[in-house]
């Protein structure tokens, strides 16, 4: 599985963006998938993860009500909204696919994309 992430840029504070990330392969249906990020000088960290069925997500606290995770299977694509997007949310946002749930969750991914730059400032 390759993973193609894209739609990261410069805003400003308050605006939005939406990364979507696009696995080649045949698996995506039965795969979950997650963004992490990493900020400069930081280690890399999760963010939020959506199930193979799309019924469950889960975000990090920073990101609840802010950002919204979902997924297109029809389409082959997972998505991340991000609005109100702050200056703390600058990083290199990665997109992450794992059949095991609870390894995308713990950062051990079966899988990485390259990664999208999001730079927001202030």
């Known amino acids: 599985v390759q993973l193609q992430a894209s739609g990261g840029g410069l805003v400003q504070a308050g605006a939005s963006l939406r990364l979507s990330c696009a696995p080649s392969?045949?698996?995506?249906?039965?795969?979950?998938m997650g963004w992490f990020r990493q900020a400069p000088g930081k280690g890399r960290e999760f963010v939020a993860s959506?199930?193979?069925?799309?019924?469950?997500?889960e975000y990090t606290d920073s990101v609840k009500g802010r950002f919204t995770v979902s997924r297109d299977n029809s389409k082959k694509t997972v998505y991340l909204q991000m609005d109100s997007l702050q200056s703390e949310d600058t990083a290199i946002y990665y997109c992450?696919?794992?059949?095991?749930?609870?390894?995308?969750?713990?950062?051990?991914?079966?899988?990485w994309g390259q990664g999208t730059q999001v730079t927001v400032s202030s």
């Open positions: 959506i199930t193979w069925s799309g019924v469950f997500t």
């Open positions: 992450a696919a794992a059949v095991s749930s609870q390894h995308l969750r713990a950062g051990r991914p079966d899988y």
């Open positions: 392969g045949s698996t995506f249906r039965n795969i979950n």
